[in-house]
């Protein structure tokens, strides 16, 4: 394991011209510990997920609560039963629900486009909050026009993902998972590239040269599918528990948890990105 | 190394990880394309159709009303059978008749606007027909054979010596049924003997029968016999979308000439097969005391064979779930031993099981004699620890063998009340669950949480199943209303379970099998189920008694009321829980007159009252003195003390029971109390709403229907509570538990997308 980072994790890193890389290896428990080494910026992002999905969530508790009225369910045998006369019976609960679902969709969106420059700006090792504000308000358009080339690649790769699985079935999981994991590496190696490598920030170029950055690199498209993948194991396995250990409040929590867990993830992912600065920068 | 030599190193390097993966999922996903289908050692033809008459008991002579014997041809090219149909029927009434009306139920699928159709508009539960595929019967010739004043031996399989006698016949205005005209009454006892010519075509299989490539299912495909009852006359109902069928019993005996390949299966039992011509197979059945012949022929077929107390068990699957045969073998297995307990044995020597291919699931879910489709098991990709089911396919196949007793052997008029035969065969299939695993055992284990035999009939109910009363004919449920299904099934269900829950289930698993016992080959109506179901359950004046013994206070259970009000009223029982709480236990402070005859209390000094006025005048408030008559208790020093502060012997706790609907009947209420005691009380329903009170006591909880006695009561969520005034209740688990699952998601969406 490479235990040196590309770029210092010191204040004022950004100003140190990027080191070109020799050899483009892919180091991936580096990247893990530029994340690590940022302990207050992980915490602060979520933190800010938990208030929003709190926040969220709110209208669809209130309206559980409500639908109940002064009425409580006592019987643990017959919950599912309980819950779906519920739902069938005040259908603005599952509207609740469903829109918070998708309102969070939209915040992880918008927040997605915000973040990006300043979670790149963090993990390369810039510690000024003014600096890494004001990476958010110079690079937002650059990150609009990114994501919607992006937008293209995606649609490409959930189209694969979707033929695999209407030809192969169950079976066809893992590549479904390169496969939809694939552009999210390559917006990652795109926006790393605007952000940190002054790549040009409106040109379609910078994001093929992304597509083809980590087409290239089987250990990189390999190590984000598996970090995504556990992404997606962690939050599914803490909703999979909250439902099995039933109203507990014990176990919000540790859906709470696995929300930090993805928090690291995803910026683990990132990492990779900004691991691999300098390559194919224009 | 150079930029482009090592960029030439990692595309090879890419492109074999990308195939491998490719080359390793595809020999998973089609490694199997291979393999020959597998067969299994078959289990000999029976002998006899019906089992011996030690096991099977006495079949009634009466019951035996028609036979028939056929000779079809199947067209698997025009998915055409072409027949003639020998048929013998004796008239058992005392009525004389000169008319015979037949059932062509296939008509049904002629046209747009047949009667079935036209309330189905061209879909059947969920499938549709194709565009084109109509299906029709077409009789063309019709002729009497004998006319035979008493009633001999009729030899249907010999080829008569003279022509017979033709016949005037024609369709009537709705082409599901057809009426024969005869030269003369068939009296009381006699009989006639007809022949039939008759062209079936089959329709793209959407409704229970029909076609689909190779795979051809005849269900209701030749002309039949209606059913001429003593009192009501000919039963032959137009052929609608909720009504089945109808028919009386007899013998089979039917010759198919199928493609030599075809796999069939079919009514009865195989008596012989012959080569009739170079590809063709011509196959004989025998089938006796049934009401309907049905067949079923597919060159891919697999056969599968299993056995249970000498009943062969065959069936007929596809390669693609042949995996599955053993879990229906499993049930089919469950099912005839519950049933075989409960509602005496199944009279036939054979079963088969067909299982439709993909495509076809409209074939799916249907009865005949001896012979019945199913449903696939769905192929769920979760592991057990999340989803268990037995429900998909395995249900069906309860469900479908079910009606080999309560369509088959007991023939109720489905047309006339479906609910006897669909909803009491629905209340079978929950006793088989019960039988196989336990009371009330989960048909659905989501993540731990079940999902019960009562869970799934009151969520069926929750929709549609007040919209109509059980008991009326098929044709009065409107498609429209979407009522059909919660009613005839699930409410029967929930109608009968909640009364075997109500009585203890021992009188109501008495009644039934005597109900079964009287209904064998006997065509029962529902009047017949119902006095049964009075007698065993009530006393002599047809009640039960839930709680007392019959003194005062006694809570009734009029079992013929509750039948009335289940059975031909639309509502469905609601209770709701009106309040639960606690209040000052009554004391007596305050003035009371002093009855009369008791001594009246020493009178105070006057210096006394004159203090007491003046110190009363003095600060305002009334003196506690009175007029001579009236006496005064004091009050206690709680006065003013909020009831949740109140020591418990000073509260007095109350629970309000309110009904929300007109359906009467009685019901637990559980009352937990302040000391951890739980006592279960019975209502009789009959008010609005009722109090119960507990001085000296403080309620905590209540429950209405604890034991989830009232199938028939959908909606439960409004049944508990806890009292207003309890100490720090808990918060609310289910809404909770709700609200952080939309939490935990809205989490999961942001962690995951939002960077």
Redesign the interface.
Known sequence: MDDTLATPLSPGAATVPPRKHP??RTRVFAALRRVLVAPGFVLA?WVA??L???L??GP??AA??A?????????D??????????L??EPA?AA??SS??V???V???I??LL?APA?LTRLDGQRSLAWIVGAVGRELPAMLVQTGYSLVIRAVCLGLAGA?AA??????L??IL?LVSFPVLALDRARAAVVLDDARPYHPMTMLRAVGHV????LW??SGTVIETL??GV??A???L???A??SPI??WV??A??LA??IL??W??ALAVEDRGANAP | MSRSAARACRTPRALALGLGIVAALGSGALGCDDAEPPSFPAIPEPEQALRPESVRGVIPEQAHVVDYWIDARLDERAHEIHGTLRMAWRNRTARSVDRLPLHLYMNAFRAEDSAWMADARGSHRGQNLARDRWGFVDVSRVSLLAHNPAQPRIVLEQTPSQPGVPLRFGEDAEPSTMTVTLPEPVGAGESVVLELEFTTRLPQVFARTGYYGDFHMAGQWFPKIGVLEEQAGWQAHTFGLFSEFYADFGDYEVFLDVPSDYVVGATGVRVGEEAPSEGRKRLHYRAQMVHDFAWVADPNFIEHWGEYEGIRIRQLIQPKFVDDADTHLEAQKLALASMEARFGSYPWSTITIVHAPEGAGGAGGMEYPTLYTTSNIADSPLPAWVLRERITGVFTTVHEFGHQYFQGLFASNEHAQPWLDEGMNTTANQLVYWDAYGDDPWVVELLGHPLTTKDLIALSMLFGADRDPIDQPADRFDPVVESYGAVTYQKTAAVMLTLRELCGRAPWDRAMARYAALARFAHPNGALLERVLVEEIGDERGRLAMVGDGGPGTVWLDVQDYLDQGLRGAALPDFRLLAVGNRRALGDAGWHRVAEGEPLPPEPPQAVIATQRALAGLFGYAPPIGPSGLTRSETPGDWNTKVAALDDDRVEGFVVVGRRTSFRMPVEVLVEFGDGERLTLVWDGQADHHRFDFPGRRVTKAIVDPRMQVLLEARKLDNAAWAKDAADPPAEPLSGWLGDMDEAAALAVLGGLGI
């Not at chain 1, 087409?215 to 089987?218: G, H, K, V």
Request: with cysteine; hydrophobic share 55%; charged share 20%.
């Open positions: 050899r483009r992002i997920n938990l929003a999905a709190k969220l969530a669809g508790r559980a609560r639908g109940m009225r002064d009425w409580t369910w006592f019987d045998g017959h919950r599912i039963r309980a819950v779906v006369e519920l069938a019976d609960i609740a629900i918070s679902v309102s969070a969709a915040v992880a969106g927040f997605s973040a979670i695999c030809g192969l079935g169950p079976r066809a893992p590549l390169l087409a290239l690199r089987p498209w390999l992404k997606l939050v599914i803490a909703l999979l909250l439902i099995e039933g109203p176990s919000i859906a709470r696995a929300g993805a928090v995803s910026l992912r990132v």
